[in-house]
């Protein structure tokens, strides 16, 4: 079946740092891709998304580039900020989301 | 123009018992989708409702059913609770055939003790 992996956390970065938070899927086809942000105490952001292979979703400092290759989606920042802090979920889109697991960044100034 | 609002926030149960949340879409969105957060998990799909239908539903036990008004808004009910049901849940919203353009709600915090 479809799924996502994402790479375990926490991340901790000090600020300004580059940052990497890796996915990789398993799906039929070719599904689009999603990164969505979840701060404390709130609900799922979309962050970016990617609709077909090679295309590149960005907003806010972030980008991910939809790897069919190595089916991967993977999410970067050139420079964090300590308002990056959050959970990051990598997802497909197959009739419904189908998310990873999560990965929880920590910057600290 | 108010977002996916949801309620309550929080909520006690002791197993066995029967729990509803209740979820009012974006406005202008007419199809409301209910996941299932366990701590430290990434959200599962329970079910999507369209049109007072559900329409996809997800590996989850009869106990979790749901509803939708004419008005779009949607209750998800939760029977013989188990300590397991312990989650946050989210409820998210969108346009019939835009199932890309999720707008998710803070969630309600569900405790089964």
């Known amino acids: 079946g479809n799924s996502v992996t994402q790479m375990e956390g926490p991340v901790t970065l000090s600020e300004e740092a580059f940052l990497t938070i890796n996915c990789t899927y398993t799906a039929t086809g070719y599904p689009s891709l999603f990164w969505y942000v979840q701060y404390p105490g709130e609900g799922l952001q979309l962050l970016l998304k990617?609709?077909?292979?090679?295309d590149k979703g960005s907003n806010k400092g972030f980008e991910a580039t939809y790897r069919k290759e190595t089916t991967s989606f993977h999410l970067e920042k050139g420079s964090v900020q300590v308002s990056d802090s959050a959970v990051y979920f990598c997802a497909l889109l197959s009739g419904k989301l189908i998310f990873g697991q999560g990965t929880t960044l920590q910057v600290k100034p | 123009d108010a977002g996916v609002t949801q309620s309550p926030t929080h909520l006690i149960k002791t197993r066995g018992q029967q729990v509803t949340l209740r979820c009012s879409p974006k406005?202008?969105?007419?199809?409301v989708s209910w996941y299932q957060q366990a701590l430290g998990q990434g959200p599962q799909f329970i079910f999507q409702y369209y049109e007072e239908e559900e329409r996809q539903r997800g590996n989850f036990p009869d106990r979790f059913s749901g509803h939708q008004f004419p008005n779009y808004s949607s209750e998800l009910n939760v029977n013989a609770l188990l300590l397991g049901d312990s989650a946050l849940y989210l409820c998210?919203?969108?346009?019939?055939?835009?199932?890309?353009?999720?707008?998710f709600g803070s969630g309600t915090q569900l405790s089964v003790l």
């Open positions: 406005s202008g969105h007419d199809t």
């Open positions: 990617a609709t077909k292979a090679d």
């Open positions: 998210a919203s969108s346009l019939a055939g835009f199932n890309e353009k999720l707008f």
